[in-house]
């Protein structure tokens, strides 16, 4: 049967949008309340937010309030149950489909290439992960690349539009108030728009239409105030109202810088290990994905790990290196906007004060890695290289389903679980997958 689709435009890409939803929805919304107890972070995360609903202190405290506050969101209204706290972040794993859709389409250029994009993200395991487990990272994801999107359109506008600069503006304060690593994506949404804006705001006139000095003073001044409002002021104010809760329970607003700082301290002298803590450089390799949950009950296994698509993460740091080196060969800010977020993102891990990491961390730079991908493989589709292009897309979906069973914990034969051929095990490749 074809799918007859509308013309190329905004409707179009709207139905697209929505059929990449419903895709997302299937396997983000069944079993969402199993298994029926607090896993991994969601001892923290989502005992967090009821007790922001109860008015207690929180239990954690050592990230900005926003997530916990939408997880609380559902729990108000039907109660502390584990389909109810991890209900906002399926919702935001869903809103993430259209708005990365939306991103790759207007970053890429070709209908084909954001379409590639967003299914190889759809595709990933940590992806799927995220949006089933009351944790803060796939809200962090969201307004990320929420910001990304409204940071493009201002940067490819012949004027700053206030519109897009206000939604950057509160997608970057709600990406702020989720987790302190979006300031990775505040510093490199601003070079985008530095690099975007920057001729218009340093009075360039080699343009036919150059405006006066006069009119060129106005423009550079309401640039100058759009940018301070985006990047500043708005992430300030969004990031001191979340904390509205903490402060109704009788802090004041002089406290809350102390508390940062406490935030800072804990984080840059956490000496804490755990067994799934790796080191930034292993990431892209999976070299020790997180297991969130396992249980065997008899003869049935059900286990849920973090671990990303080994055909996309294996190919995430060469396709960056592609798109970096090739990008600069061809001045092309497509392939420059995509590897530089992606390193952008991921390398200043290096240099974290923080020592306890895991490898989903990674999850924040993998976006930018498939926008890549949907560069590389559309320039490749129709040419010599199609069945590697085709292949490879088929190969990142097959991995997909075959994990899906550690992804959403569906429950097994403990024999297929532990089966080995040669040492080869079918969820566990590796001894330090486990």
Known sequence: MRLNLPAPGRRRDLVLCLLLVIAAAVFRVPRLGLPDEEIFDEVYHAKTALEYLNGQTPTEWVHPPTAKLLIAVPVYFVGYHAWAWRLAPALAGLALVPVFFLLARRVLGSERAALIAAVLLLSDGVYLVQSRIAM?????????????????????????????????????????????????????????????????????DDTPDAPDPRQAGVEVARTLALLLLAFFVMPLLIYVTSYGPWLAQGHALADLWPHQKAIWRYHADLVATHPYFSKWYTWPWLY???????????????????????????????????????????????????????????????ISPRTLNYSHYLFEAIPYACLSLGLLLDRAWDGKARAWARGYVAAVVFLFVYFLPVLMGLPFPARWFFFSLGGFKPWTWFRTWV
Request: glycine share 10%.
């Open 288 to 350: 020790r994905p997180t297991w969130y949950y396992y249980k065997q009950t008899g003869d049935l296994v059900s286990g849920i790990v973090a671990i990303g698509n080994p055909a996309l993460w294996w190919a995430s740091v060469p396709v960056t290196l592609w798109a970096l080196v090739t990008g600069l060969r061809a001045r092309d800010p497509r392939r420059l906007f995509a590897a530089g977020g992606f390193l952008l993102m991921y390398l200043p891990w290096g």
């Open 136 to 204: 803060t990272n796939i809200f962090a994801i969201l307004f990320q690349v929420s910001a990304a999107y409204f940071a493009v359109r201002a940067a490819t506008a012949r004027r700053l539009p206030a519109r897009d600069m206000l939604l950057l503006g509160l997608a970057l304060g709600l990406a702020l108030s989720t987790r302190w690593t979006s300031l990775w994506a505040w510093g490199f949404l601003g070079l985008v728009l530095l690099f975007g804006q920057g001729r218009r705001l340093l009075g360039s």
